[in-house]
């Protein structure tokens, strides 16, 4: 069982940056592939990035590529999202997901956080 907790979501103007964490329970840190989903309000919940256990690999969907940047630290059982340049669009609830296998789909993970809500602001 791991489970997953996320902060440092908050209210910033277009242009600007946050840096999301997500701290996990659990010895077998190392073991999964971290991924960052969000969720706009009426909308389905959609990848944004994903990292693989080792942290040697990395994938980003192609709306936040050049301006998100995921990374882990597996001795701290975190894994952070920077985000810079933000966009109006990229408002939205972020959502910290764990895998046992490299997946990129919302049923492909194994356990979730309960989010952190995301405004940017025009």
């Known amino acids: 069982q791991v489970q997953l907790v996320e902060s440092g979501g908050g209210l910033v103007q277009a242009g600007g940056s946050l840096r999301l964490s997500c701290a996990a329970s659990?010895?077998?840190?190392?073991?999964?592939?971290m991924g960052w989903f969000r969720q706009a309000p009426g909308k389905e919940r959609e990848f944004v990035s994903i990292i693989s256990g080792s942290g040697g690999n990395t994938l980003y969907t192609d709306s936040v590529k050049g301006r998100f940047t995921i990374s882990r630290d597996n001795a701290k059982n975190t894994v952070n999202l920077q985000m810079n340049s933000l966009k109006p669009e990229d408002s939205a609830v972020y959502y910290c997901?764990?895998?046992?296998?490299?997946?990129?789909?919302?049923?492909?993970?194994?356990?979730w956080g309960k989010g952190t809500l995301v405004t940017v602001s025009s």
């Open positions: 997901a764990a895998a046992t296998y490299w997946r990129m789909t919302v049923k492909g993970m194994d356990y």
């Open positions: 659990g010895r077998t840190f190392s073991s999964y592939a």
